[in-house]
């Protein structure tokens, strides 16, 4: 039983990371080629610093996706909020249902009434080009956001709410309890959700490809552009480079959690000690 | 919290000004082309786009800024540029999708005077069908479709015609397009068939020929052709010429890929655009004459291997030189261009037909 465990986790585990592994091989290879290994260089990793429309796609899709981050972040903070204040259950079901539908609707169908809209709407204030960096900040927010109000929610709901009246009865501000007690509170269940925005608006491409405009390129609509050729050994550089970054943020945010938790044991400890 | 929400104004505020505040005496060329189709500057090649922008400074004594941007295929960019939601200055379509595209008002008549570099373009390469009064286009790279085939698998006494493809002695080892116009095509020429005939017997005919072939099909693919060319994993596939190149640079050891024209095949050209929601037309003219002078000509065709139009480019010493025997399979002697291209070239297929010819290949593939 315990071996086929074993075995079992051993091909999850390498469906899921030995392609990365394979991308990751061959960017140090010096031939031009996914499937002949001809000698370790990093010469690729210099074409992509070499490469400004690459660079300017990785700065796009950067900036885009920090700032649909931050901002669908404050929304569906305050939506969550809002929704766990509702009374009424009937209303309460439906504005759960109204949020869900951009998380559950399949990207195309978003992404081209996006586009539409954003083209109608152009049309009516007479521009001759509706669609720029902000239709597109606009759309990443749209898909985003309900992601975040998924997370922040349950955290709200498993919070004691004499919490915010104790605040309050201490001679907080309504705004101060909030800021002070609330959000410390539910700021793991931010934190994911903004870390889940942040992933989803990176890669997506289908919502993307439809509200980009002119000039205005993110990675992944470059690399589809690639696919009528060939894509260069310089995009496998680039995607180590992402996979270690994101690999080493997620090895330090563990590291800080587990420092945090056995500061706050260690502080339990003391109190209890003290008691006695 | 309150160091957040600064923080997140500050954010919105550098966004604000990365996308809002640019330079208003600062001309912006919005340039819409295939990917990987232009010298970029990599692997110390030179860098089209911002030498583009420093000569234009230099001449007209103005900054601008050239945005590049690529796509996929001729649907992906008629459907971005019809939506009417963006404005590029510049685009690189093929053929039939340009003939289409003036059909429907979608590009705007060049002025040749901002282009005086067009006369450098061979006589054979103007007045083709889809452009018959030469008005919209500027042709960029030609290239015609031949069979790529791994030297140390095929006989030589095999090849030499489309039957290569249907050779049941590389059953397994055979690689057909994966898009329903290329495959037909190759059918169709391997039976002496019009490639842009409206008589659906001619298309059953192909069909069946699709069908045979079928079994001995290793994959359908488009750009998966390079990968599995070089390593050896397919022996034989039909793809264009300048794509022959990109291949042999990285093929393994063990093969040794060469090729050849079939007696009747494809012929394409892509050619520079200015689509009517262009907003800066002069500007787009000057860009596509400097895409015709000779350091960017030559570069580019360095580049992207395709063959091109050109006559600076194919009559420079350095590049005939660089390309070396790549001439003779890049610049087959056709006789006229224009004859065999007006003969065999894909034309539009009215909707009908193109209809009957996708329920065909879904069930060659279903089959």
Not at chain 1, 126 to 132: I, V
Not at chain 2, 62 to 85: H, L, P, R
Not at chain 2, 153 to 161: C, F, L, Q
Not at chain 2, 196 to 214: F, G, H, I, P
Request: with cysteine; proline share 3%; hydrophobic share 45%.
């Amino acid at each position: 039983m315990k071996l086929s465990a074993k075995i079992y986790s051993a091909i999850i585990f390498g469906f899921l990371f030995a392609p990365i592994l394979v991308l990751i091989v061959f960017s140090f290879n010096e031939a031009k080629s996914l499937s002949v290994f001809s000698g370790v260089s990093l010469k690729w990793y210099q074409e992509l610093f070499r490469d400004k429309n690459t660079l300017e796609a990785v700065k796009n899709t950067l900036v885009l996706a920090a700032s649909a981050t931050a901002i669908s972040t404050v929304m569906g903070t305050m939506a969550a909020v809002g929704i766990n204040k509702l009374r009424s259950k009937w209303y309460r079901a439906a504005m759960n249902t109204v949020t869900d539908i951009p998380m559950s609707n399949p990207d195309i169908i978003t992404g081209i009434s996006l586009m539409l809209m954003f083209v109608f709407v152009g049309r009516l204030f007479g521009a001759s080009t509706s669609l720029n960096f902000f239709t597109m900040l606009i759309a990443h927010i749209t898909f985003c956001t309900p992601y975040v109000i998924l997370q922040v929610l349950p955290k709200l709901q498993q919070m004691d709410k004499s919490l915010h009246e104790a605040a309050m009865d201490l001679g907080c501000t309504p705004m101060r309890a909030f800021l002070k007690v609330e959000i410390p509170e539910i700021m793991p269940g931010i934190i994911t959700g903004a870390i889940m925005a942040f992933t989803l608006s990176l890669d997506d491409f289908v919502i993307s490809y439809f509200t980009s405009g002119n000039g205005f390129e993110t990675l992944p609509i470059r690399i589809y552009g690639m696919t009528k050729k060939t894509v260069t050994p310089k995009m496998y550089a680039l995607a180590t480079i992402i996979f270690l970054v994101t690999l080493s943020l997620l090895l330090i945010s563990n590291f800080v959690d587990n420092e945090d938790q056995a500061r706050l044991r260690q502080a339990r400890k003391e109190k209890k000690g003290k008691k006695d | 919290m309150k160091k957040i929400v600064t923080l997140l104004a500050a954010l919105v505020l550098l966004m604000l000004c990365l996308t809002g505040c640019g330079k208003k005496d600062t001309l912006t060329l919005n340039v819409y082309n295939w990917g990987e189709y232009i010298s970029d500057g990599s692997e110390g090649s030179f860098d089209t786009v911002r030498e583009f922008e420093k000569w234009y400074e230099k001449t007209y004594n103005q900054k601008v800024t050239v945005n590049y941007s690529t796509f996929a295929s001729n649907e992906d960019m008629y459907n971005k540029i019809s939506s009417g939601a963006v404005s590029y200055d510049v685009i690189v379509p093929s053929d039939y999708m340009i003939a289409r595209m003036a059909q429907e008002g979608l590009l705007l008549p060049l002025n040749f005077d901002n282009i005086p570099n067009y006369q450098y373009i061979d006589e054979t390469f103007k007045g083709l069908y889809y452009d018959p009064q030469n008005q919209y286009s500027v042709p960029y790279t030609y290239g015609i479709v031949g069979v790529i085939y791994d030297a140390n698998v095929v006989d030589a006494a095999d090849i030499g015609s489309w039957d290569l493809m249907w050779n049941q002695k590389y059953a397994g080892q055979i690689l057909q397009f994966n898009n329903s116009r290329d495959a037909f095509g190759t059918a169709m020429y391997k039976l002496g068939l019009d490639v842009n005939t409206s008589n659906k017997a001619d298309w059953d005919l192909a069909y069946e020929e699709l069908v045979a072939q079928r079994p001995m099909v290793y994959s359908y693919v488009m750009d998966e052709i390079y990968n599995m060319m070089e390593s050896g994993e397919a022996a034989i596939g039909a793809y264009y010429a300048g794509d022959y190149f990109t291949m042999v640079d990285a093929q393994a050891e063990n093969v040794d890929l060469q090729f050849y024209y079939p007696e009747r095949t494809n012929l394409y050209v892509d050619a520079m655009c200015i689509p009517s929601c262009a907003q800066n037309k002069e500007l787009a003219e000057i860009f596509i004459n400097y895409m015709l002078s000779e350091e960017p000509a030559v570069a580019n065709a360095l580049y992207t291997y395709y063959a091109t139009p050109n006559s600076v480019v194919y009559t420079n010493e350095g590049y005939i030189e660089e390309m070396g025997d790549a001439m003779e399979i890049l610049y087959p002697n056709l006789g006229s261009f224009a004859e065999a291209y007006n003969r065999e070239a894909y034309r539009n297929l009215d909707a009908d037909m193109l209809n009957y010819l996708n329920t065909l290949w879904e069930n060659v593939k279903i089959n």
